[in-house]
């Protein structure tokens, strides 16, 4: 059985809108520093039920706009953010069906027309529901972000829901929705064919390697070091490389961190210089960045140390890795 993490983010975003986490967390008898733990995770019958349980607590109807479109959300994950850098709306929703189960317990069924373009939303176990929160949720979430990276009013053409959704919801999405038997939504193809002013491909081709990976280890390794991995990836970009940034992503403290990783026999640090090499050969073989653009992609204050990192690493200057990629 899978279990999967709650974004410490999240989490931080319920509490600002008002939600009280803490009777969430005693209503489903789980340990009351559950978020404190090591692998604060449930498996998707849980993951479901908390996700109810803060949607029964919600009375203003636009919370789930406010949670669903929160600024950068679209960064939230490096699996949200690399199909963020799609050309297209079809190819940010293509992407992300594919590494939607390292976010959540929701998959996403693609079907395409000669007009239309149709995402069936699923439990990932067919004998489970989605709460209508999340599934609320999911609906904006995709309409936010193709809005935001094409900067056009792109509405939805229609969605069947078997849920009874607020007028808030109704208005956001300015499209036809019906009752049905299965939850759907329907874009028409030309609408996802507009390119997204957020298209990176040389972002793309240095993370999705990485996601590829997580993705094999989320079959088989639920283990701390792989979440620290993943947030790392996320924050370098921004800057951010301290125990305490990650910490403060997976909304766990600094000394709950350090016991993971050591139960793991690894360290921070060693997870820290193990993500900056798998991000550093992966700018040298796939953008034409220079050493300085990379140094501070991946939270160097200075060049020298990361030249000097990157010898210690694979053994080799930058110079002559290059000269080793090209041959």
């Not at 600002?16 to 404190?36: A, E, R, S, T, Y």
Request: hydrophobic share 35%.
């Amino acid at each position: 059985m899978k279990n999967y993490i709650l974004d410490g983010q999240y989490i931080k975003y319920f509490n600002l809108l008002g939600i009280d986490i803490k009777k969430v967390i005693n209503q489903m008898h789980l340990p009351f520093n559950f978020f404190n733990q090591d692998n604060p995770s449930l498996s998707e019958k849980k993951y479901y039920m908390f996700m109810s349980l803060v949607g029964e607590q919600i009375k203003n109807e636009h919370v789930p706009i406010k949670l669903a479109t929160y600024n950068n959300v679209e960064t939230f994950s490096p699996a949200i953010f690399t199909s963020y850098c799609s050309k297209n709306g079809e190819s940010f929703i293509t992407r992300l069906s594919q590494y939607k189960r390292l976010i959540a317990p929701i998959k996403y069924i693609l079907d395409k027309n000669k007009d239309n373009f149709e995402i069936n939303i699923e439990p990932s176990n067919i004998a489970l529901r989605i709460p209508s929160f999340l599934l609320e949720i999911e609906f904006i979430f995709l309409v936010h972000v193709i809005r935001k990276a094409t900067n056009k009013p792109i509405n939805p053409k229609m969605i069947i829901t078997n849920y009874d959704f607020s007028k808030s919801f109704k208005k956001y999405m300015s499209c036809n929705i019906v009752k049905g038997n299965f939850n759907k939504i329907i874009f028409y193809n030309n609408d996802l064919k507009v390119q997204f002013n957020s298209y990176n491909e040389n972002m793309i081709k240095f993370l999705e390697p990485i996601l590829y990976k997580n993705l094999n280890d989320f079959e088989t390794d639920n283990s701390y070091k792989s979440h620290v991995q993943t947030t790392l990836i996320n924050l370098l970009p921004a800057g951010k490389c301290a125990i305490e940034d990650v910490g403060d992503k997976l909304n766990i403290s600094t000394r709950t961190l350090q016991r993971a990783l050591k139960k793991e026999h690894t360290t921070f640090r060693e997870q820290l210089n193990h993500t900056r090499k798998i991000l550093a050969e992966n700018y040298l073989q796939n953008t034409n960045m220079s050493s300085s653009d990379i140094a501070f992609l991946l939270g160097y204050q200075e060049i020298n140390s990361f030249l000097r990192a990157f010898t210690v690493w694979t053994g080799k200057t930058i110079l002559e890795y290059k000269k080793q990629i090209d041959k």
